[in-house]
C-alpha cells in the first residue's frame, strides 16, 4: 500500500516551523510495517491544496493530511477536501454539539466562526478528536482514502497512534490494534543491539512484531512496533518478547517507555527517601540541568556545584588543597563524600572529566572518573571515552546518571560499555 | 517566479531525519523575497524521484533539490536529473581533480566509487561546494531549472547562500549579491520590534532590504535580508540601515550576527581580565550550561552553584542562616558578593526565583532577583514574568545573562522589559 502525507499552512511551508508532525507521521508508519513514500508541503493556498490533493490521489492509495482544520479562514482543508470529492461540506451535528459542550464547561460561547470546524465533506467518515476542537475525518477522492489531522503537534499524535494507523492496517489487510514498546538503553551501540537482538522479530506469528531502533547518542532507543487483534491479544504476544529483550539488554536499559534516567533516578531516591547533591566539572552543570526542572526533583535535589577547575572544586568543597592532584577515582569520592557532608544529602555524586589537550578532533578523548557516596559508602568509576570534546561531554553526563541508576538500583556499576576504550 | 523545494533520502522520508534542511532553503528563500511554493519529499527510488522532477518541472520556474550526490548507489541525484533532461552524464575533468587533490592533502588516496560525484549531466551549470566532495550544479528540465545541493547541511547551508540564492535572484530580475544581517534581543515583543522599526525597509531603494523576525522566546531575531550590485554597494546602503536599527533596538541588543549572549558576555570579561562565578536557583545550572562549554569559558568561569532552597544556598556561600528569608534583591546582592569572595572570582551573578505555589498553568508566574557583585561594588534587579514554570526559568536565565552584559559594558542594567509585569 503506498502512503503519502501532505503537509499544509504556511508555516511549515515558509519553513518558520520546522516540520516535525511530518517525521512523527513517518516513523510510525514505518514502526508498524505501513511505510511512506511521498512527502508533500503546501501552504493555506487553495489552488496549490487542490492540486496537492489531486497529485496524492493519482499516485498513492492513502494520504494522511496535517493541518489547516482551525477556525480561521486559512484552514482550508474541509473546504477543498470537499471540492477535491466532489461533494458539499455538511454540517456534522454531534461534533457542534460536543464543541458547545467544551466550550459550555470552561463557562465560555463558543465563538461562531468554530462552528467552520464541524463541517465536513458529505459522506465523509468522522475521526473523533479527544483533546481539542479539531476533528479529523476520511474521505475518498477517486480511489485514494485521504485521512485528515489537525496541525496542533499534541492532537495529531494522539489521533494518528490511536485512529490512522489502525485504519490504515485494516486497510492494509492487517492486524488493527497497535502498541507500541520502547527501551531506552546507554552503553550499546546500534550494531551490536541488532546483534544481541536477533531473532527477537521470530518471535511473534507473521511478522506481528516490527523492531527498529532509533540512536540519539549516548542514549539508544530499541522499539518493538506490535500490531494484534486486540490489546489482550497484545499483551500476550508481547509479554515474553518484552522479557527477553529486558534479558538480553540487562542493565544496560536505562528506562522504558516515557520514562529517562532521570526520572528513574529520581523515583529511586524517593522510593528510598533519599536526597541528591552533585559535583560536575566540564559538564557545565549539564547533569544538574537535566534533574533539576523535572516535576518533585525540588524535594530530592539538594545542590548542584561546576567548576572546570579542579582547586575551585577542592575549595567549595572544603577538600585540603595540598597535593596538586589530577582527576581520579579517588578524587571523584572524596568529593562526593565531602558533598553529602556539607549538603546533607543521602547521595551524592561527582563526575569529573580530564580532557586530552590539544585542538577538537575526532580523536580528542577524555578520561572520566565517577564517585558516588551514600550511607553505604563510596564507589567509583573510571572509563575513557573518544569522540571530540562534546561527545566525551554527552558520554561523561549519561555515563554519570547511569552510574547513579546503576547504584541506587543495587547493579554493577563497573559494567564496560561500548564507547569505552581501555 | 515559482520555486519549489525537492527533498531526496530515505532517512528524511522515513522520519529518522527531522527535515531542518527544507526549513533553512525556504527561509532563506522567504528572508530574500523570493518565496517558495511547494515541497516534496522522495525516498533513493529512481522511479519516485523522476515523477518528482517531472512534476515539480510542471509547477514551477525553478527547484532547488536537496540530497542524492554522495558516492554510494543510493545517491541518484546526477543520475535522474540526466534522465529527466534527456542528457547523458559526462564526467567533469575539474571536480575530479579537485576531489583527488582534496584526498592527496590528507595523505589518502581518493575511493573509486567517489569518481561517480564528477558524473554531472551534459551541459549542466557547474557549482562549487568549497567544503566538501559533493558539487552542485543546475539544469534545466523543460522550463525550469533545478539546482542540486548535497544533504550534508553545512555544505548545502554554504552553497544555498552564496550560490543559490544570487542564481535565483539573477532569474527573478533582482540583484544578485547578497547579506544577511542579524540583530538579537531580549525584552522586546515581536510586535513591538515592528512597530519601532517601522520605515527601516524603505530606507534602502527598490525594496532591497527586506526585515523579518524570527521570534524564539526569550530572544528576538531581526533580520535585514539585503541585496545589491555587489558587497561593496551592500556595504554603503546597509550601514545607515543597521545604525538606525542599533538606534531604535537600542540597549536591547544582546548580539548580532554569529554571536550570542554568552559569547558577548565571554567577551567582555575577557577584555576586562575578568573571572566570573555563578549561583542558580530553579534555573538548575542553566545559565552555567549555557556559558561553560564555551571555547576559552575554562579559563574565565570559575564555579557555578545550584540550588533550589535557599538554606543549601546560604550553606554552601557561607553565609548567615539566621533569618527565613526569602528571595530578594538584598539576598541576591549578598549572594553574590559572597560568591566572589569564596571563588575570587572578578565578578559573580546570582539568579533566584520565586515561583508562584499551586498548578502549572499560563497564569503562573516567578518574581526573578539578579544580583551582581564586582569590583566597582554590587547591583540588583528585580523582575516579574508570566507565563508558566518553564517561560519563567527560560526567560530567568536570559535576564540573568541580560544584566550581567549591561554590568560588563556599562549599560542600565534596570530597563524595563515588555515580558515583565508589574
Redesign the interface.
Known amino acids: 500500500m503506498r502512503i503519502e502525507i501532505l ?1 499544509t499552512g504556511d508555516e511549515i ?8 508532525n ?9 514502526e508498524f510495517g505501513l ?9 493555506d493556498d487553495r489552488e ?1 491544496l487542490l ?2 490533493f489531486r ?1 496524492a490521489a493519482e ?1 498513492a492509495d492513502a494520504v494522511i493530511v496535517n493541518g489547516g482544520l482551525g477556525p480561521t479562514v486559512d484552514d482550508l482543508s474541509q473546504e477543498v477536501a470537499a471540492q477535491a470529492a466532489g461533494v458539499p461540506l455538511v454540517l456534522h451535528e454531534p461534533w457542534l454539539a460536543r464543541m458547545e459542550s467544551f466550550y459550555a464547561r470552561r463557562n465560555r460561547v463558543m465563538p461562531a466562526n468554530n462552528r467552520k470546524q464541524a463541517m465536513l465533506p458529505e459522506g465523509a467518515e468522522f475521526i473523533d478528536n479527544p483533546i481539542g476542537t479539531a476533528c479529523g475525518f476520511a474521505v475518498d477522492v477517486g480511489k485514494t482514502r485521504f485521512y485528515f489531522t489537525p496541525g496542533v503537534p499534541r492532537e495529531m499524535r494522539r489521533m494518528v497512534d490511536e485512529q490512522i494507523i489502525p485504519r490504515l492496517l485494516a486497510r492494509a489487510g492487517m492486524r488493527q490494534a497497535t502498541r507500541l514498546k520502547r527501551f531506552h538503553s546507554f552503553g550499546i551501540g546500534e550494531s551490536r543491539a541488532d546483534e544481541l537482538l536477533a531473532g527477537i522479530e521470530a518471535m511473534a506469528p507473521d511478522g506481528r512484531v516490527k523492531l527498529g531502533f ?1 540512536s540519539h547518542y549516548p542514549q539508544l532507543e530499541t522499539k518493538l512496533a506490535a500490531r494484534g487483534a486486540d490489546q489482550t491479544e497484545i499483551d500476550r504476544m508481547l509479554a515474553p518478547i518484552e522479557a527477553e529483550v529486558r534479558r538480553r539488554l540487562g542493565n544496560f536499559i536505562l528506562a522504558e517507555d516515557g520514562a529517562t534516567p532521570e526520572s528513574v533516578v529520581l523515583e529511586a531516591l524517593r522510593a528510598q527517601g533519599g536526597t541528591l547533591a ?1 559535583a560536575e566539572t ?5 547533569i ?6 523535572l516535576p518533585g ?2 524535594a530530592l ?9 579542579l582547586g ?1 572544586l577542592r ?2 568543597l572544603g577538600l585540603p588543597e595540598t597535593d596538586g592532584a589530577a582527576v581520579s577515582p579517588a578524587l571523584a569520592t572524596e568529593a562526593a563524600t565531602a558533598l553529602c557532608a ?2 546533607g544529602a543521602s547521595h551524592a555524586l561527582a563526575v569529573l572529566i580530564a580532557l586530552d589537550d590539544g585542538p577538537d578532533r575526532m580523536e580528542t578523548g577524555g578520561t572520566i572518573c565517577i564517585g558516588i557516596a551514600d550511607a553505604r559508602g563510596s564507589v567509583s568509576r573510571e572509563a575513557r571515552l573518544l569522540g571530540g570534546r ?1 561527545w566525551v ?1 554527552l558520554g561523561a553526563m549519561e555515563l554519570g546518571l547511569d552510574c547513579l541508576r546503576r547504584r541506587l538500583l543495587g547493579l554493577p556499576v563497573d559494567e564496560r560499555i561500548d564507547f569505552e576504550r581501555r
Not at 544538574?288 to 526542572?293: C, I, N, S, T
Request: charged share 20%; proline share 2%; glycine share 12%.
Open positions: 503537509c511551508l515558509t519553513g518558520k516551523t520546522v516540520n516535525t511530518y517525521s512523527y507521521i513517518a516513523t510510525r508508519l514505518v511505510g511512506v513514500h511521498w512527502g508533500t508541503t503546501v501552504g496549490s492540486l496537492a497529485q499516485r532509533q552533585l566540564l559538564t557545565g552543570g549539564g544538574a540541568a537535566r534533574l533539576a526542572p526533583a525540588e535535589f539538594r545542590r548542584g556545584l561546576v567548576a572546570r577547575d575551585q575549595n567549595a556539607r549538603s562534546e561531554r
